[in-house]
Protein backbone atom coordinates (compact mmCIF):
# COMPACT_ATOMS: atom_id res chain seq x y z
CA UNK A 1 0.00 0.00 0.00
CA UNK A 2 0.96 3.72 -0.71
CA UNK A 3 2.76 5.01 2.59
CA UNK A 4 1.66 8.73 1.43
CA UNK A 5 0.14 10.58 4.67
CA UNK A 6 -3.41 12.33 3.06
CA UNK A 7 -2.74 15.41 5.45
CA UNK A 8 -6.51 16.62 4.98
CA UNK A 9 -8.02 13.28 6.20
CA UNK A 10 -5.55 13.56 8.67
CA UNK A 11 -7.01 17.24 9.68
CA UNK A 12 -10.85 15.93 9.50
CA UNK A 13 -9.81 12.83 11.83
CA UNK A 14 -8.30 14.80 13.87
CA UNK A 15 -11.11 17.34 14.44
CA UNK A 16 -14.00 15.20 14.66
CA UNK A 17 -12.01 13.47 17.35
CA UNK A 18 -11.07 16.50 19.17
CA UNK A 19 -14.89 17.58 18.95
CA UNK A 20 -15.92 14.59 20.54
CA UNK A 21 -12.66 15.20 23.37
CA UNK A 22 -14.64 18.27 24.10
CA UNK A 23 -17.72 16.73 24.59
CA UNK A 24 -16.33 14.32 26.56
CA UNK A 25 -14.23 16.73 29.06
CA UNK A 26 -16.85 19.41 29.20
CA UNK A 27 -18.29 17.83 33.43
CA UNK A 28 -14.46 17.37 34.29
CA UNK A 29 -13.82 20.91 33.09
CA UNK A 30 -16.60 22.16 34.67
CA UNK A 31 -16.20 20.29 38.11
CA UNK A 32 -12.90 21.45 38.30
CA UNK A 33 -13.71 24.92 37.35
CA UNK A 34 -17.34 25.38 40.00
CA UNK A 35 -14.81 24.01 42.47
CA UNK A 36 -12.23 26.77 42.17
CA UNK A 37 -14.56 29.94 41.22
CA UNK A 38 -17.21 31.86 43.71
CA UNK A 39 -21.18 31.17 43.96
CA UNK A 40 -21.52 34.68 41.74
CA UNK A 41 -19.11 33.87 38.92
CA UNK A 42 -20.79 29.72 38.88
CA UNK A 43 -24.38 31.58 38.53
CA UNK A 44 -23.26 33.96 35.88
CA UNK A 45 -21.27 31.50 34.02
CA UNK A 46 -18.27 34.40 34.13
CA UNK A 47 -15.37 34.16 35.14
CA UNK A 48 -13.21 31.58 32.59
CA UNK A 49 -11.49 28.70 34.40
CA UNK A 50 -10.18 29.82 37.52
CA UNK A 51 -12.38 32.78 38.46
CA UNK A 52 -10.87 36.25 39.67
CA UNK A 53 -10.55 34.66 43.19
CA UNK A 54 -11.47 38.06 44.79
CA UNK A 55 -11.47 37.58 48.65
CA UNK A 56 -15.10 36.86 49.59
CA UNK A 57 -17.11 36.43 52.92
CA UNK A 58 -18.14 32.95 54.50
CA UNK A 59 -21.59 33.80 55.83
CA UNK A 60 -21.66 30.35 58.13
CA UNK A 61 -18.25 31.84 59.38
CA UNK A 62 -19.83 35.00 60.53
CA UNK A 63 -23.22 33.09 61.85
CA UNK A 64 -20.44 31.06 63.79
CA UNK A 65 -19.97 34.30 65.90
CA UNK A 66 -16.14 33.86 64.47
CA UNK A 67 -14.63 37.78 64.23
CA UNK A 68 -14.90 38.84 60.41
CA UNK A 69 -11.17 38.81 59.40
CA UNK A 70 -10.96 35.06 59.54
CA UNK A 71 -14.34 34.93 57.48
CA UNK A 72 -12.99 36.52 54.25
CA UNK A 73 -11.39 33.85 52.19
CA UNK A 74 -10.75 33.33 48.78
CA UNK A 75 -13.37 31.13 47.00
CA UNK A 76 -10.90 27.99 46.66
CA UNK A 77 -10.26 27.85 50.17
CA UNK A 78 -13.80 28.76 50.68
CA UNK A 79 -15.08 25.96 48.49
CA UNK A 80 -12.64 23.19 49.58
CA UNK A 81 -12.27 24.10 53.62
CA UNK A 82 -16.58 23.98 52.66
CA UNK A 83 -16.43 20.49 51.44
CA UNK A 84 -14.11 19.19 54.56
CA UNK A 85 -16.24 20.67 56.87
CA UNK A 86 -19.58 20.83 56.09
CA UNK A 87 -19.16 16.61 55.08
CA UNK A 88 -17.42 14.12 56.76
CA UNK A 89 -15.62 13.72 53.46
CA UNK A 90 -12.29 12.19 54.97
CA UNK A 91 -14.75 9.51 56.89
CA UNK A 92 -16.50 9.02 53.10
CA UNK A 93 -13.02 7.95 51.11
CA UNK A 94 -11.46 6.26 54.40
CA UNK A 95 -14.94 3.92 53.78
CA UNK A 96 -14.50 3.68 50.41
CA UNK A 97 -10.70 2.47 50.57
CA UNK A 98 -11.50 -0.22 53.82
CA UNK A 99 -14.90 -1.43 51.37
CA UNK A 100 -12.40 -1.12 48.40
CA UNK A 101 -9.69 -3.21 49.81
CA UNK A 102 -11.47 -5.79 52.21
CA UNK A 103 -13.56 -6.91 48.72
CA UNK A 104 -10.45 -7.38 46.98
CA UNK A 105 -8.45 -9.43 49.68
CA UNK A 106 -11.52 -11.38 50.46
CA UNK A 107 -12.21 -12.21 46.60
CA UNK A 108 -8.78 -13.25 46.26
CA UNK A 109 -8.73 -15.25 49.34
CA UNK A 110 -11.65 -17.15 47.96
CA UNK A 111 -10.69 -17.41 44.50
CA UNK A 112 -7.72 -17.98 44.11
CA UNK A 113 -7.62 -21.41 45.82
CA UNK A 114 -10.92 -22.57 44.03
CA UNK A 115 -8.97 -21.75 40.67
CA UNK A 116 -6.30 -23.76 41.84
CA UNK A 117 -8.09 -26.74 42.42
CA UNK A 118 -10.36 -26.25 39.09
CA UNK A 119 -7.30 -26.50 37.09
CA UNK A 120 -4.49 -28.13 38.58
CA UNK A 121 -6.06 -30.98 41.18
CA UNK A 122 -8.33 -33.83 39.60
CA UNK A 123 -11.20 -34.60 41.97
CA UNK A 124 -14.55 -36.24 41.74
CA UNK A 125 -17.44 -33.24 40.62
CA UNK A 126 -14.74 -31.03 39.28
CA UNK A 127 -15.88 -30.16 36.06
CA UNK A 128 -20.25 -29.98 38.13
CA UNK A 129 -18.06 -27.05 40.10
CA UNK A 130 -16.77 -25.26 37.08
CA UNK A 131 -20.50 -25.83 35.88
CA UNK A 132 -21.51 -23.74 38.67
CA UNK A 133 -18.84 -21.31 37.99
CA UNK A 134 -19.92 -20.98 34.46
CA UNK A 135 -23.85 -20.58 35.33
CA UNK A 136 -23.17 -18.46 38.39
CA UNK A 137 -21.54 -15.82 35.96
CA UNK A 138 -24.83 -15.65 34.24
CA UNK A 139 -26.93 -13.48 37.65
CA UNK A 140 -26.40 -10.10 37.37
CA UNK A 141 -26.11 -8.41 40.81
CA UNK A 142 -29.04 -6.17 40.18
CA UNK A 143 -31.29 -9.28 40.32
CA UNK A 144 -30.06 -10.42 43.28
CA UNK A 145 -29.55 -7.49 45.40
CA UNK A 146 -33.22 -7.79 46.76
CA UNK A 147 -33.05 -11.14 48.19
CA UNK A 148 -29.72 -9.99 49.61
CA UNK A 149 -31.16 -7.22 51.20
CA UNK A 150 -33.68 -9.17 52.74
CA UNK A 151 -31.51 -11.91 53.99
CA UNK A 152 -29.10 -9.15 55.62
CA UNK A 153 -32.02 -7.30 57.40
CA UNK A 154 -33.42 -10.67 58.58
CA UNK A 155 -29.93 -10.97 60.34
CA UNK A 156 -29.80 -7.18 61.43
CA UNK A 157 -26.47 -6.97 59.34
CA UNK A 158 -28.13 -3.66 57.78
CA UNK A 159 -26.15 -0.45 58.13
CA UNK A 160 -23.05 -2.62 58.88
CA UNK A 161 -19.74 -2.43 57.07
CA UNK A 162 -20.61 -5.99 56.51
CA UNK A 163 -23.42 -5.62 54.55
CA UNK A 164 -21.33 -3.04 52.22
CA UNK A 165 -18.43 -6.33 52.13
CA UNK A 166 -20.15 -9.68 52.29
CA UNK A 167 -22.10 -9.98 48.95
CA UNK A 168 -19.24 -9.39 47.31
CA UNK A 169 -16.54 -11.90 48.87
CA UNK A 170 -17.20 -14.47 45.97
CA UNK A 171 -16.15 -13.08 42.22
CA UNK A 172 -17.32 -15.98 40.27
CA UNK A 173 -15.40 -13.79 37.48
CA UNK A 174 -12.23 -13.89 39.48
CA UNK A 175 -12.18 -17.59 39.92
CA UNK A 176 -12.93 -17.71 36.07
CA UNK A 177 -10.19 -15.50 35.02
CA UNK A 178 -7.86 -17.25 37.25
CA UNK A 179 -8.47 -20.50 36.61
CA UNK A 180 -7.52 -19.59 32.07
CA UNK A 181 -4.94 -17.92 33.85
CA UNK A 182 -3.64 -21.16 35.54
CA UNK A 183 -4.77 -23.33 32.74
CA UNK A 184 -1.66 -21.53 31.15
CA UNK A 185 0.87 -22.04 33.64
CA UNK A 186 3.28 -25.47 32.96
CA UNK A 187 2.29 -28.55 35.22
CA UNK A 188 6.21 -29.10 36.06
CA UNK A 189 6.07 -26.15 38.09
CA UNK A 190 3.81 -27.57 40.38
CA UNK A 191 5.38 -31.54 40.18
CA UNK A 192 8.55 -29.52 41.08
CA UNK A 193 7.24 -27.75 44.37
CA UNK A 194 5.77 -31.32 45.37
CA UNK A 195 9.08 -32.88 45.03
CA UNK A 196 10.18 -30.68 47.03
CA UNK A 197 8.15 -31.04 49.26
CA UNK A 198 5.56 -28.38 49.60
CA UNK A 199 2.13 -29.05 50.81
CA UNK A 200 -0.65 -27.99 48.81
CA UNK A 201 -1.39 -24.99 50.62
CA UNK A 202 2.12 -23.36 50.39
CA UNK A 203 1.78 -24.36 46.64
CA UNK A 204 -1.52 -22.25 46.12
CA UNK A 205 0.06 -19.12 47.89
CA UNK A 206 4.05 -19.57 47.56
CA UNK A 207 4.23 -20.64 43.80
CA UNK A 208 0.55 -19.61 42.18
CA UNK A 209 0.18 -16.21 43.47
CA UNK A 210 3.41 -14.77 42.62
CA UNK A 211 2.79 -16.44 38.66
CA UNK A 212 -0.53 -14.71 39.09
CA UNK A 213 0.46 -11.35 39.69
CA UNK A 214 -0.84 -9.70 36.11
CA UNK A 215 -4.14 -11.64 35.89
CA UNK A 216 -4.75 -10.64 39.76
CA UNK A 217 -3.22 -6.79 38.61
CA UNK A 218 -6.29 -6.69 35.90
CA UNK A 219 -8.72 -8.35 38.27
CA UNK A 220 -7.69 -5.75 41.41
CA UNK A 221 -8.08 -2.89 38.80
CA UNK A 222 -11.97 -4.05 38.05
CA UNK A 223 -12.88 -4.77 41.19
CA UNK A 224 -11.59 -1.70 42.90
CA UNK A 225 -12.75 0.44 40.42
CA UNK A 226 -16.63 -1.21 40.09
CA UNK A 227 -16.39 -0.98 44.55
CA UNK A 228 -15.12 2.39 44.60
CA UNK A 229 -17.73 3.74 42.07
CA UNK A 230 -20.52 1.20 43.26
CA UNK A 231 -23.52 3.20 44.50
CA UNK A 232 -26.55 1.47 43.92
CA UNK A 233 -25.53 -1.74 46.73
CA UNK A 234 -24.36 0.94 49.73
CA UNK A 235 -27.40 3.17 48.38
CA UNK A 236 -29.79 -0.01 49.26
CA UNK A 237 -28.19 -1.34 52.63
CA UNK A 238 -27.02 1.78 54.35
CA UNK A 239 -29.73 4.09 55.39
CA UNK A 240 -29.15 6.77 57.78
CA UNK A 241 -25.64 6.34 59.36
CA UNK A 242 -23.63 8.60 57.79
CA UNK A 243 -20.03 6.90 59.35
CA UNK A 244 -20.52 3.82 56.82
CA UNK A 245 -21.16 5.97 54.21
CA UNK A 246 -18.87 5.07 50.59
CA UNK A 247 -17.87 8.22 48.90
CA UNK A 248 -20.57 7.80 45.81
CA UNK A 249 -23.43 7.35 49.01
CA UNK A 250 -22.19 10.48 50.98
CA UNK A 251 -21.44 12.54 47.97
CA UNK A 252 -25.42 11.80 47.80
CA UNK A 253 -26.32 13.06 51.02
CA UNK A 254 -24.47 16.04 50.58
CA UNK A 255 -26.67 16.93 47.47
CA UNK A 256 -29.79 16.67 49.19
CA UNK A 257 -28.49 18.27 52.44
CA UNK A 258 -27.28 21.23 50.59
CA UNK A 259 -29.68 24.29 51.09
CA UNK A 260 -30.08 26.73 47.66
CA UNK A 261 -26.72 26.86 45.01
CA UNK A 262 -23.62 25.84 47.10
CA UNK A 263 -22.62 24.75 43.73
CA UNK A 264 -18.77 25.49 44.28
CA UNK A 265 -18.46 23.09 47.88
CA UNK A 266 -20.27 20.35 46.32
CA UNK A 267 -18.09 20.41 43.33
CA UNK A 268 -15.09 20.69 45.80
CA UNK A 269 -16.27 17.21 46.83
CA UNK A 270 -17.27 16.20 43.78
CA UNK A 271 -13.50 16.78 42.74
CA UNK A 272 -11.97 15.10 45.39
CA UNK A 273 -13.84 12.14 45.44
CA UNK A 274 -13.54 11.60 41.41
CA UNK A 275 -9.80 12.70 41.17
CA UNK A 276 -7.93 9.32 43.04
CA UNK A 277 -9.02 6.85 40.37
CA UNK A 278 -8.96 9.27 37.58
CA UNK A 279 -5.01 10.28 38.48
CA UNK A 280 -4.17 6.52 38.83
CA UNK A 281 -5.47 5.96 35.41
CA UNK A 282 -3.75 8.84 33.76
CA UNK A 283 -0.12 6.91 35.55
CA UNK A 284 -1.19 3.47 34.54
CA UNK A 285 -3.50 3.92 31.31
CA UNK A 286 -2.91 0.78 29.77
CA UNK A 287 -2.62 -1.22 32.04
CA UNK A 288 -6.30 0.28 33.51
CA UNK A 289 -7.72 -0.21 30.09
CA UNK A 290 -6.42 -3.72 29.57
CA UNK A 291 -7.77 -4.63 32.68
CA UNK A 292 -11.24 -2.91 32.12
CA UNK A 293 -11.47 -4.76 29.04
CA UNK A 294 -9.91 -7.70 29.80
CA UNK A 295 -12.32 -8.25 32.65
CA UNK A 296 -15.21 -6.71 30.42
CA UNK A 297 -17.89 -9.84 30.40
CA UNK A 298 -18.70 -8.94 33.41
CA UNK B 1 -2.60 -39.45 49.74
CA UNK B 2 -1.54 -35.72 48.91
CA UNK B 3 -4.28 -34.26 47.79
CA UNK B 4 -7.00 -36.34 48.04
CA UNK B 5 -9.20 -34.50 50.02
CA UNK B 6 -7.48 -31.21 50.31
CA UNK B 7 -9.45 -29.93 47.40
CA UNK B 8 -12.07 -29.50 49.69
CA UNK B 9 -10.62 -26.99 51.41
CA UNK B 10 -9.68 -24.90 48.27
CA UNK B 11 -13.49 -25.03 46.36
CA UNK B 12 -15.79 -25.30 49.67
CA UNK B 13 -15.72 -21.52 50.00
CA UNK B 14 -16.46 -20.98 46.80
CA UNK B 15 -18.68 -22.90 46.34
CA UNK B 16 -20.99 -22.27 49.55
CA UNK B 17 -20.59 -18.57 48.49
CA UNK B 18 -22.21 -19.57 45.47
CA UNK B 19 -24.56 -21.44 46.74
CA UNK B 20 -25.62 -18.95 49.38
CA UNK B 21 -24.85 -15.62 47.80
CA UNK B 22 -25.92 -16.52 44.30
CA UNK B 23 -28.12 -19.17 43.38
CA UNK B 24 -30.12 -19.06 46.85
CA UNK B 25 -30.80 -15.70 46.20
CA UNK B 26 -32.53 -16.26 42.91
CA UNK B 27 -35.26 -18.77 44.15
CA UNK B 28 -35.55 -16.78 47.08
CA UNK B 29 -36.66 -13.56 44.75
CA UNK B 30 -38.55 -16.40 42.61
CA UNK B 31 -40.38 -17.30 45.83
CA UNK B 32 -40.82 -13.90 46.71
CA UNK B 33 -42.59 -12.41 43.75
CA UNK B 34 -45.47 -14.95 44.52
CA UNK B 35 -46.22 -13.28 48.21
CA UNK B 36 -47.14 -10.33 49.74
CA UNK B 37 -44.12 -10.57 51.69
CA UNK B 38 -42.87 -7.51 53.79
CA UNK B 39 -39.75 -6.55 56.28
CA UNK B 40 -41.27 -6.45 60.01
CA UNK B 41 -44.72 -8.51 58.99
CA UNK B 42 -43.79 -11.70 60.67
CA UNK B 43 -46.58 -13.45 58.42
CA UNK B 44 -47.24 -13.43 54.82
CA UNK B 45 -49.65 -14.95 52.16
CA UNK B 46 -49.16 -16.84 49.27
CA UNK B 47 -50.75 -14.60 46.29
CA UNK B 48 -50.55 -16.76 43.08
CA UNK B 49 -49.44 -14.42 40.02
CA UNK B 50 -51.27 -11.31 41.34
CA UNK B 51 -47.48 -9.77 41.74
CA UNK B 52 -46.90 -10.38 38.31
CA UNK B 53 -50.58 -9.41 37.00
CA UNK B 54 -50.02 -5.99 38.07
CA UNK B 55 -47.12 -5.88 36.56
CA UNK B 56 -48.57 -6.56 33.28
CA UNK B 57 -51.85 -4.34 33.82
CA UNK B 58 -51.09 -1.09 36.16
CA UNK B 59 -49.73 1.74 33.97
CA UNK B 60 -46.85 2.64 35.94
CA UNK B 61 -45.37 -0.76 35.06
CA UNK B 62 -46.00 0.13 31.48
CA UNK B 63 -44.13 2.95 32.02
CA UNK B 64 -41.44 1.04 33.60
CA UNK B 65 -41.46 -1.19 30.75
CA UNK B 66 -41.22 1.49 28.31
CA UNK B 67 -38.52 3.52 29.98
CA UNK B 68 -36.58 0.88 30.11
CA UNK B 69 -37.05 -0.49 26.38
CA UNK B 70 -36.63 3.17 25.33
CA UNK B 71 -33.43 3.59 27.48
CA UNK B 72 -31.56 0.45 25.82
CA UNK B 73 -33.00 1.04 22.44
CA UNK B 74 -31.59 5.01 22.69
CA UNK B 75 -28.29 3.65 24.38
CA UNK B 76 -27.31 0.57 22.52
CA UNK B 77 -27.28 1.59 19.15
CA UNK B 78 -25.46 5.33 19.34
CA UNK B 79 -22.71 3.90 22.23
CA UNK B 80 -21.93 1.34 19.73
CA UNK B 81 -21.66 3.21 16.89
CA UNK B 82 -19.82 6.06 18.39
CA UNK B 83 -17.49 3.07 19.80
CA UNK B 84 -16.79 1.90 16.57
CA UNK B 85 -16.74 5.17 14.89
CA UNK B 86 -14.00 6.10 17.45
CA UNK B 87 -12.10 3.38 17.13
CA UNK B 88 -12.00 3.43 13.38
CA UNK B 89 -10.60 7.13 13.69
CA UNK B 90 -8.04 6.54 16.11
CA UNK B 91 -6.58 3.25 14.82
CA UNK B 92 -6.16 4.85 11.52
CA UNK B 93 -4.52 8.11 12.77
CA UNK B 94 -0.72 8.49 12.55
CA UNK B 95 -0.34 10.14 15.71
CA UNK B 96 -2.10 11.39 18.89
CA UNK B 97 -4.45 8.12 18.83
CA UNK B 98 -3.13 7.26 22.52
CA UNK B 99 -4.45 10.93 23.90
CA UNK B 100 -7.89 10.11 22.51
CA UNK B 101 -8.23 7.05 23.57
CA UNK B 102 -7.56 8.28 27.43
CA UNK B 103 -9.83 10.68 26.77
CA UNK B 104 -12.45 8.80 25.85
CA UNK B 105 -11.90 6.24 28.60
CA UNK B 106 -12.04 8.76 31.56
CA UNK B 107 -15.71 8.64 31.73
CA UNK B 108 -15.81 5.17 32.40
CA UNK B 109 -12.92 5.19 35.30
CA UNK B 110 -15.03 8.06 36.59
CA UNK B 111 -17.63 7.68 39.33
CA UNK B 112 -20.92 7.67 37.36
CA UNK B 113 -22.78 8.96 40.36
CA UNK B 114 -20.33 12.51 40.95
CA UNK B 115 -20.51 12.97 37.05
CA UNK B 116 -23.99 12.71 36.94
CA UNK B 117 -24.32 15.24 39.65
CA UNK B 118 -21.90 17.56 37.46
CA UNK B 119 -24.09 16.96 34.53
CA UNK B 120 -27.31 17.95 35.96
CA UNK B 121 -25.20 21.56 37.20
CA UNK B 122 -24.41 21.29 33.12
CA UNK B 123 -27.89 21.16 32.37
CA UNK B 124 -29.62 23.33 34.84
CA UNK B 125 -32.19 25.49 32.81
CA UNK B 126 -31.43 28.90 33.94
CA UNK B 127 -27.36 28.99 35.40
CA UNK B 128 -26.25 25.73 33.52
CA UNK B 129 -23.76 26.08 31.03
CA UNK B 130 -25.47 23.74 28.22
CA UNK B 131 -28.54 26.38 27.99
CA UNK B 132 -26.16 29.49 28.03
CA UNK B 133 -24.07 27.87 24.80
CA UNK B 134 -27.32 27.18 23.42
CA UNK B 135 -28.73 30.53 24.05
CA UNK B 136 -25.43 32.13 22.95
CA UNK B 137 -26.21 30.74 18.92
CA UNK B 138 -29.02 32.29 19.05
CA UNK B 139 -27.60 36.15 19.18
CA UNK B 140 -25.00 34.67 16.06
CA UNK B 141 -26.68 35.31 13.09
CA UNK B 142 -25.39 32.93 10.99
CA UNK B 143 -25.40 30.10 13.48
CA UNK B 144 -29.11 30.61 14.13
CA UNK B 145 -29.63 30.90 10.70
CA UNK B 146 -27.75 27.40 10.06
CA UNK B 147 -28.73 25.51 13.32
CA UNK B 148 -32.61 26.51 12.60
CA UNK B 149 -32.84 26.24 8.59
CA UNK B 150 -33.70 29.60 7.87
CA UNK B 151 -30.67 29.29 5.60
CA UNK B 152 -32.32 27.41 3.38
CA UNK B 153 -35.63 29.94 3.44
CA UNK B 154 -37.42 27.94 6.21
CA UNK B 155 -39.13 29.41 8.67
CA UNK B 156 -37.04 29.33 11.55
CA UNK B 157 -39.49 29.07 14.23
CA UNK B 158 -40.69 25.94 12.67
CA UNK B 159 -37.50 24.23 13.72
CA UNK B 160 -36.71 22.82 17.11
CA UNK B 161 -34.02 25.13 17.50
CA UNK B 162 -35.52 28.72 16.33
CA UNK B 163 -38.33 27.58 18.41
CA UNK B 164 -36.42 27.53 21.50
CA UNK B 165 -34.51 30.74 20.79
CA UNK B 166 -37.79 32.57 20.83
CA UNK B 167 -39.16 30.21 23.57
CA UNK B 168 -36.31 28.79 25.78
CA UNK B 169 -34.41 25.64 25.86
CA UNK B 170 -35.70 22.85 27.42
CA UNK B 171 -35.81 21.97 31.23
CA UNK B 172 -33.96 18.87 30.34
CA UNK B 173 -34.26 16.45 33.39
CA UNK B 174 -37.22 18.72 34.54
CA UNK B 175 -39.26 17.88 31.27
CA UNK B 176 -41.06 14.59 30.67
CA UNK B 177 -40.19 14.84 26.72
CA UNK B 178 -36.61 15.13 27.47
CA UNK B 179 -35.67 13.30 30.62
CA UNK B 180 -35.42 10.03 29.36
CA UNK B 181 -33.43 11.40 26.39
CA UNK B 182 -31.33 13.12 28.89
CA UNK B 183 -30.39 10.29 30.95
CA UNK B 184 -29.24 7.81 27.78
CA UNK B 185 -27.18 10.73 26.57
CA UNK B 186 -25.57 10.57 29.68
CA UNK B 187 -25.47 6.71 29.75
CA UNK B 188 -23.69 7.35 26.02
CA UNK B 189 -21.39 9.69 27.37
CA UNK B 190 -20.30 7.29 29.78
CA UNK B 191 -20.50 4.25 27.63
CA UNK B 192 -18.77 4.35 24.63
CA UNK B 193 -15.31 4.81 25.85
CA UNK B 194 -15.93 1.35 26.80
CA UNK B 195 -17.07 -0.08 23.36
CA UNK B 196 -13.86 1.74 22.20
CA UNK B 197 -11.36 -0.16 23.42
CA UNK B 198 -13.56 -3.22 23.18
CA UNK B 199 -13.46 -2.33 18.89
CA UNK B 200 -9.66 -1.26 19.09
CA UNK B 201 -9.23 -4.66 20.95
CA UNK B 202 -11.10 -6.34 17.68
CA UNK B 203 -9.10 -4.20 15.21
CA UNK B 204 -5.86 -5.21 15.69
CA UNK B 205 -6.68 -9.03 15.49
CA UNK B 206 -7.96 -8.79 11.46
CA UNK B 207 -5.09 -10.10 9.87
CA UNK B 208 -3.15 -7.14 7.58
CA UNK B 209 -3.23 -9.50 4.39
CA UNK B 210 -6.95 -9.04 4.25
CA UNK B 211 -6.26 -5.84 3.24
CA UNK B 212 -3.82 -6.56 0.59
CA UNK B 213 -5.83 -8.72 -0.68
CA UNK B 214 -9.09 -6.67 -0.86
CA UNK B 215 -6.67 -4.23 -2.66
CA UNK B 216 -5.11 -6.41 -5.12
CA UNK B 217 -9.17 -7.40 -6.02
CA UNK B 218 -9.60 -3.53 -6.23
CA UNK B 219 -11.18 -2.28 -2.66
CA UNK B 220 -9.77 0.95 -3.04
CA UNK B 221 -12.33 3.03 -0.94
CA UNK B 222 -11.59 3.31 2.93
CA UNK B 223 -15.61 2.37 2.47
CA UNK B 224 -14.72 -0.72 0.17
CA UNK B 225 -11.84 -1.89 3.09
CA UNK B 226 -14.29 -1.26 5.67
CA UNK B 227 -17.52 -3.36 4.29
CA UNK B 228 -15.08 -6.01 2.56
CA UNK B 229 -13.01 -6.29 5.30
CA UNK B 230 -13.32 -4.68 8.70
CA UNK B 231 -16.83 -5.34 9.24
CA UNK B 232 -16.97 -9.11 8.48
CA UNK B 233 -14.12 -9.77 10.72
CA UNK B 234 -15.59 -7.96 13.79
CA UNK B 235 -18.12 -10.04 13.58
CA UNK B 236 -17.33 -11.52 16.99
CA UNK B 237 -16.94 -8.59 18.41
CA UNK B 238 -20.23 -6.60 17.41
CA UNK B 239 -22.28 -9.79 19.37
CA UNK B 240 -19.99 -8.87 22.40
CA UNK B 241 -20.55 -5.13 22.24
CA UNK B 242 -23.77 -5.07 21.79
CA UNK B 243 -25.17 -7.60 24.19
CA UNK B 244 -22.41 -6.08 26.90
CA UNK B 245 -24.36 -2.76 26.28
CA UNK B 246 -27.66 -3.91 26.31
CA UNK B 247 -27.00 -5.54 29.53
CA UNK B 248 -25.06 -3.19 31.05
CA UNK B 249 -27.79 -0.20 30.20
CA UNK B 250 -30.71 -2.56 31.32
CA UNK B 251 -28.92 -2.04 34.83
CA UNK B 252 -28.74 1.77 34.93
CA UNK B 253 -29.90 3.07 37.85
CA UNK B 254 -27.52 5.94 39.44
CA UNK B 255 -28.04 8.22 37.57
CA UNK B 256 -32.27 8.02 37.60
CA UNK B 257 -31.75 7.78 41.23
CA UNK B 258 -29.70 10.93 42.04
CA UNK B 259 -31.30 13.51 39.08
CA UNK B 260 -35.02 12.49 38.22
CA UNK B 261 -36.31 9.61 40.76
CA UNK B 262 -37.82 7.93 38.15
CA UNK B 263 -39.87 11.18 37.48
CA UNK B 264 -40.83 13.27 35.91
CA UNK B 265 -44.40 11.43 34.81
CA UNK B 266 -42.62 8.25 35.51
CA UNK B 267 -41.10 9.18 32.11
CA UNK B 268 -37.24 7.34 33.42
CA UNK B 269 -39.06 4.73 35.66
CA UNK B 270 -36.27 2.46 34.94
CA UNK B 271 -36.75 -1.15 35.89
CA UNK B 272 -33.59 -1.50 38.66
CA UNK B 273 -34.83 2.02 39.82
CA UNK B 274 -38.56 0.62 40.17
CA UNK B 275 -37.18 -2.79 41.90
CA UNK B 276 -35.51 -0.07 44.25
CA UNK B 277 -38.17 1.87 44.93
CA UNK B 278 -40.79 -0.49 45.42
CA UNK B 279 -38.74 -3.02 47.16
CA UNK B 280 -36.40 -1.08 49.48
CA UNK B 281 -38.06 2.18 49.56
CA UNK B 282 -41.57 1.29 50.19
CA UNK B 283 -41.01 -2.48 51.41
CA UNK B 284 -43.38 -4.01 48.79
CA UNK B 285 -41.33 -7.03 48.65
CA UNK B 286 -43.80 -9.09 46.57
CA UNK B 287 -43.55 -6.83 43.70
CA UNK B 288 -39.98 -5.86 43.87
CA UNK B 289 -39.33 -9.57 43.71
CA UNK B 290 -41.45 -9.68 40.74
CA UNK B 291 -39.43 -6.72 38.67
CA UNK B 292 -36.42 -8.79 39.75
CA UNK B 293 -37.16 -11.88 38.00
CA UNK B 294 -38.50 -10.25 34.77
CA UNK B 295 -35.17 -8.66 35.00
CA UNK B 296 -33.29 -11.59 34.95
CA UNK B 297 -35.61 -12.95 32.14
CA UNK B 298 -34.46 -10.03 30.32
CA UNK B 299 -30.44 -10.38 31.07
CA UNK B 300 -30.69 -14.67 30.30
CA UNK B 301 -32.55 -13.74 27.08
CA UNK B 302 -29.80 -11.33 25.88
CA UNK B 303 -27.09 -13.83 27.24
CA UNK B 304 -28.51 -16.60 25.17
CA UNK B 305 -28.67 -14.98 22.34
CA UNK B 306 -25.29 -14.13 22.65
CA UNK B 307 -24.09 -17.32 22.86
CA UNK B 308 -26.48 -18.47 20.08
CA UNK B 309 -24.46 -15.95 17.84
CA UNK B 310 -20.81 -16.49 19.18
CA UNK B 311 -21.48 -20.68 18.40
CA UNK B 312 -23.18 -19.88 14.72
CA UNK B 313 -19.81 -18.46 14.13
CA UNK B 314 -17.34 -20.93 15.55
CA UNK B 315 -19.03 -23.65 13.80
CA UNK B 316 -19.37 -21.10 10.24
CA UNK B 317 -15.09 -20.88 11.03
Known sequence: ???????????????????????????????????????????????????????????????????????????????????????????????????????????????????????????????????????????????????????????????TYAALIIPWTISVFGIFLMRQFFMTVPDDLIDAARMDGMSEFAIVWRVMLPTAIPALLAFGIFSVVAHWNDYYWPRVVITGNRDLMTPPLGLRMFKSDLDGNEYGPMMAATTVIVLPLVIIFLLAQRRFIEGITMTGMK | MGHSRVHLWFIGPAVILM??????????????????????????????????????????????????????????????????????????????????????????????????????????????????ILRTGCDVGWLHALLSGSWLGGDPLQSWYGHACAEDFPLWLGDKDYALGTIAFIGIWQGFGFNMVLYLAGLTSVPRELYQAAHMDGADSAWE?????????????????????????????????????????KSTYVMVYAMFEKGVKQNLLGIGSAITIVFLGFVLILTLIQVYFVNRRVHYA
Open chain 1, 1 to 159: MMARTNWLGEFLKHSVLLAGAIVVLLPFYLMLSYSLKSPAEIESNTGGFVGSQEIMTDRRCIKAGKPPEECDMRPIVYNYTAAFSEAPLVRYMLNGVFVTVSIFVIQVLVALPCAYALSKLKFWGRDVVFGLVIFCLLIPVHAIALPLYIMLAKVGLTN
Open chain 2, 225 to 265: RFRLVTWPMLGPTNVFVVTISSIRSFQVFDTVEALTRGGPS
Open chain 2, 19 to 132: AGLLIFPVFVAAALSFTDYNLGNPSFNWIGVENYDRLVTRSTYKKMFTASLTYVLLVVPISVALGLGAALLISSLRIGGELYKAVFFLPVMATLLAMAIVWEFALHPIVGVVND
